[in-house]
């Protein structure tokens, strides 16, 4: 009879651990990257009464079974269900939601640790953090941001001063484009190139049709007569060069379309220019001081053509820095402006001179037995010697930026769970009940 009575007791209790887990589950709904657990139970042994018995020949009875009383239950397991959470699209850059298996890797002073809430974050140093000031740990990329240096994960940082800005290039090529009409001559475009320091100039320059040969040519004045070269900076400084410019024959077959000859396209503007030897002047004739830069490469600055046409439609030039392929353009000195996260964790800085470089890639920890991770708080677990461990390298992951993985708790599930557990916690006190009934019978019976 007390039998039963401790039985219940264990009833109880089991079903009271069930229960507190059930409300972790249901508390931890709209946790990010939380994994739901569940609690499975076991006997505990049995008190054997009679042990089982083979058929026996001499006294002509059958085999018997054992007799056993169990004496209880027991947690079995509180296991960690690992399915892949629903998405909620929150269109911040650096919410990472991992698809499949995998863990973001983070760290401190106390060691690594791995989540699957990807609520990513930057600190005021350029840090990658979680909300809990934690580093987001990954492969960091090369001096130049063209390439990823795979190996140990390290503290990404996203504001090193290497990566703030992005130098500038002097320009080695240019080009013009759109339609001449003939009637429209001369036409009047400017060039621009940037020098070695990222400043921007531009160049006058107009297209002239001649009627007696039917071709074009380039000048440096509306009249068609000079071919000096002068140079005007962003702040409207003048520079004269000393360079000239030899106009090629530009012509234009019966079909409108170019035909230059041989090298139909490109041809020689000037060579480099060394402005440290040239005396800038502003617009009322003032020398100010030289500019200690060049324009153009080791052959100087060419010139494009080949985008320009020769149609009886409304003339439209335009004029661009770099070739036809957009080679060779040069550009400012680049700032910073934005990120951008890929689908492999690669972390692309934007500059507001078009260019783009690698700052680093957010890297994921795979491990043979994921369930056997111990949580440690704050969405975050740790390795176990059930889990497998971590090599320090990592993998690449696929990530959904702008995204965050929900909780995989299932509401319907957890509420059936929770009526079928309460139940359970009721039928095993109705068994401490009937036995106090009944040890008070025995009681009773002496009077």
């Known amino acids: 009879m007390m039998r039963s009575m401790f039985s219940g007791v264990s009833g109880l209790r089991v079903?009271?651990?069930?229960?507190?887990?059930?409300?972790?589950?249901?508390?931890?709904?709209?946790?990010?990257?939380?994994?739901?657990?569940?609690?499975?139970?076991?006997?505990?042994?049995?008190?054997?009464?009679?042990?089982?018995?083979?058929?026996?020949?001499?006294?002509?009875?059958?085999?018997?079974?054992?007799?056993?009383?169990?004496?209880?239950?027991?947690?079995?397991?509180?296991?960690?269900l690992m399915t892949q959470g629903a998405a909620q699209r929150t269109d911040n850059p650096f919410d990472l939601m991992i698809n499949g298996e995998g863990f973001i890797v983070v760290g401190d002073a106390s060691g690594k640790y791995f989540t699957r809430a990807g609520a990513l974050r930057q600190d005021d140093e350029g840090n990658l953090i979680i909300p809990n000031g934690m580093k987001v740990m990954g492969w960091p990329a090369s001096d130049d941001g063209k390439e990823i240096k795979r190996g140990e994960v390290t503290a990404l940082k996203l504001n090193d001063a290497k990566f703030k800005t992005t130098p500038p290039e002097t320009t080695a090529a240019t080009s013009i484009s759109g339609n001449l009409n003939t009637n429209d001559t001369p036409?009047?475009?400017?060039?621009?190139?940037?020098?070695?320091?990222?400043?921007?100039?531009?160049?006058?320059?107009?297209?002239?049709?001649?009627?007696?040969?039917?071709?074009?040519?380039?000048?440096?004045?509306?009249?068609?007569?000079?071919?000096?070269i002068t140079l005007t900076d962003q702040n409207g400084n003048i520079f004269e060069t000393g360079e000239t410019f030899t106009s090629p024959a530009i012509k234009f077959d019966t079909s409108g379309k170019l035909d230059m000859g041989t090298d139909p396209t490109l041809v020689d503007l000037f060579d480099q220019i060394d402005l440290t030897a040239i005396d800038p002047k502003d617009k009322n004739g003032v020398v100010l001081e030289r500019v200690p830069a060049k324009i153009g490469g080791t052959n100087g600055v060419s010139l494009d053509f080949s985008g320009?046409?020769?149609?009886?439609?409304?003339?439209?030039?335009?004029?661009?820095?770099?070739?036809?392929?957009?080679?060779?353009?040069?550009?400012?000195?680049?700032?910073?402006?934005?990120?951008?996260?890929?689908?492999?964790?690669?972390?692309?800085a934007y500059y507001d001179n078009g260019d783009r470089r690698l700052l680093g890639q957010v890297v994921v920890a795979q491990f043979d037995n994921p369930a056997g991770l111990e949580k440690t708080g704050d969405n975050l677990y740790r390795a176990?010697?059930?889990?497998?461990?971590?090599?320090?390298?990592?993998?690449?992951?696929?990530?959904?930026?702008?995204?965050?993985?929900?909780?995989?708790?299932?509401?319907?599930?957890?509420?059936?769970?929770?009526?079928?557990?309460?139940?359970?916690?009721?039928?095993?006190s109705r068994i401490i009940t009937v036995s106090d009934e009944m040890l008070t019978e025995l009681t009773n019976l002496k009077r």
């Not at 709209?30 to 076991?42: A, C, D, H, L, M």
């Not at 889990?387 to 708790?409: H, P, R, T, W, Y």
């Open 308 to 348: 320009l046409t020769q149609y009886a439609a409304k003339t439209n030039v335009d004029s661009k820095v770099g070739d036809s392929n957009g080679k060779n353009a040069g550009k400012a000195a680049g700032k910073m402006s934005g990120y951008d996260v890929g689908a492999d964790g690669k972390i692309t």
């Open 187 to 228: 036409i009047p475009t400017q060039i621009k190139m940037y020098d070695s320091l990222g400043n921007l100039y531009t160049m006058n320059m107009y297209l002239r049709y001649s009627g007696a040969t039917g071709e074009w040519s380039a000048s440096s004045d509306e009249a068609g007569t000079s071919t000096d």
């Open 15 to 80: 079903h009271q651990t069930r229960m507190d887990v059930i409300g972790n589950n249901i508390a931890n709904v709209n946790t990010i990257g939380y994994k739901s657990q569940r609690v499975t139970f076991n006997e505990v042994f049995s008190q054997t009464l009679q042990s089982a018995s083979s058929a026996s020949d001499e006294t002509g009875r059958g085999g018997l079974n054992p007799m056993q009383v169990g004496l209880g239950v027991n947690i079995s397991s509180i296991d960690m």
């Open 384 to 428: 176990t010697a059930n889990s497998g461990d971590f090599d320090n390298i990592g993998k690449v992951g696929n990530f959904q930026a702008g995204v965050l993985e929900m909780s995989n708790v299932d509401l319907s599930k957890e509420f059936t769970e929770m009526i079928v557990t309460q139940r359970g916690f009721q039928a095993n």
